[in-house]
C-alpha cells in the first residue's frame, strides 16, 4: 500500500533526524514484511524507499540493516536477503547489524566451531566484513530454525556461553559494536551481569566496581547508535529509539570507555 509504504519513509526519516539531534552514528532497522508480496518482487520498493530515506536526510548516520528471525514473510532472514537489500539501496551507507539470536533463528548454526565459520565465511562472501557495522548479542529462547524472535540472557539460552566465546574468537568480529538486547537479571534490561558474562566470554577482565552502568557521556566517549525494534520499511511498524554507546567487541556500561584487545 503506498500510504503505508510512505509512512514507512517518513518515520526511517524522522529516525535519521533523531540520530542527527543525538550525535548517533546509525539507526538500526528492521526491513519488515513484502506482505505476501515475495521477496524477489519487494526488492525495487525497499531499494527506493532506502534512497529516499537517505536523500531526505541531512544526518551523517548510516542505516544498518538487522537480519531477521524469519517468521512471517519477513524480509532479511538471511544473509542472502541482506546482500539483495544492500545491493537494492546501493548506497554504502547502508550497511548491517549481525543480531546473534535471529541468525539463530534462521537456521544459522553458531554453539560448534564449523557453524561460526561458516557463517561468518558467508557474510563475508556475500557482503564483505566492511559492510558489517555492529553486533546485537543475545541468547536465545527459541531452538535452532525456529523462526522465532525470543531473546534471553547471555548463557541461558539455545546458545550458551560456548557460542558466544566461539563468536568473540572470530577477529573478523573484533571491529564492531556489541549491544545487548537481553531481558536482564533483574528483568530490568541489559545489565552489568550480562556484560561481564560476555566478558568473560572474551576472557577480558569484569567490569571494575566502581564503574557506573548508565554514567553521563562525555565527548571522549564513543558515539551511540539510535536503534528501533523494529523499524519500518515495508511495514509501517516502529518504536522509541534508544540511545546506547558500546565498546568493540564486547559491551561495557554504557558510555564508559571501550576496553580492547
Known amino acids: 500500500?503506498?500510504?503505508?509504504?510512505?509512512?514507512?519513509?517518513?518515520?526511517?526519516?524522522?529516525?535519521?533526524?533523531?540520530?542527527?539531534?543525538?550525535?548517533?552514528v546509525a539507526v538500526v532497522f528492521h526491513p519488515g514484511s513484502h506482505l505476501g508480496a515475495g521477496?524477489?518482487?519487494?526488492?525495487?520498493?525497499?531499494?527506493?524507499?532506502?534512497?529516499?530515506?537517505?536523500?531526505?536526510s541531512d544526518s551523517d548516520a548510516e542505516l544498518l540493516v538487522e537480519n531477521s528471525a524469519g517468521s512471517g514473510g519477513c524480509v532479511g532472514c538471511s544473509f542472502t536477503e541482506i546482500a539483495a537489500i544492500l545491493d537494492a539501496a546501493d548506497d554504502d551507507r547502508v550497511r548491517v547489524c549481525f543480531d546473534t539470536q535471529h541468525a539463530f533463528a534462521s537456521g544459522?548454526?553458531?554453539?560448534?566451531?564449523?557453524g561460526v565459520r561458516a557463517t561468518v565465511d558467508e557474510f563475508e562472501r556475500l557482503m564483505g566484513m566492511r559492510r558489517l557495522a555492529l553486533v546485537h548479542a543475545n541468547d536465545s529462547r527459541s531452538s535452532l530454525g525456529s523462526n522465532l524472535d525470543r531473546?534471553?540472557?547471555?548463557?541461558?539460552?539455545?546458545?550458551?556461553?560456548?557460542?558466544?566465546?566461539?563468536?568473540?574468537?572470530?577477529?573478523?568480529?573484533?571491529?564492531?559494536?556489541?549491544?545487548?538486547?537481553?531481558?536482564?537479571?533483574?528483568?530490568?534490561?541489559?545489565?552489568?551481569?550480562?556484560?561481564?558474562?560476555?566478558?568473560?566470554?572474551?576472557?577480558?577482565?569484569?567490569?571494575?566496581?566502581d564503574v557506573r552502568e548508565e554514567p553521563a557521556q562525555t565527548p571522549a566517549d564513543p558515539a551511540p547508535v539510535a536503534t528501533m525494534e523494529p523499524a519500518p520499511v515495508l511495514t509501517g511498524r516502529g518504536t522509541t529509539p534508544r540511545r546506547t554507546a558500546s565498546p568493540p567487541?564486547?559491551?561495557?556500561?554504557?558510555?564508559?570507555?571501550?576496553a580492547r584487545r
Open 1 to 24: 500500500k503506498s500510504s503505508l509504504l510512505q509512512q514507512s519513509i517518513g518515520s526511517l526519516v524522522h529516525y535519521m533526524e533523531l540520530a542527527r539531534m543525538l550525535g548517533a
Open 39 to 56: 521477496f524477489d518482487t519487494s526488492m525495487g520498493q525497499v531499494g527506493r524507499a532506502l534512497r529516499e530515506v537517505l536523500r531526505r
Open 108 to 114: 544459522y548454526e553458531l554453539r560448534s566451531v564449523d
Open 151 to 209: 531473546h534471553t540472557n547471555i548463557g541461558e539460552g539455545e546458545l550458551g556461553f560456548h557460542a558466544f566465546e566461539l563468536l568473540l574468537q572470530d577477529s573478523r568480529l573484533w571491529s564492531v559494536p556489541w549491544i545487548l538486547e537481553v531481558p536482564g537479571t533483574e528483568k530490568s534490561g541489559p545489565d552489568r551481569d550480562n556484560i561481564n558474562r560476555l566478558r568473560r566470554c572474551a576472557d577480558l577482565p569484569e567490569l571494575p566496581a
Open 249 to 258: 567487541p564486547v559491551p561495557q556500561a554504557r558510555g564508559t570507555t571501550p
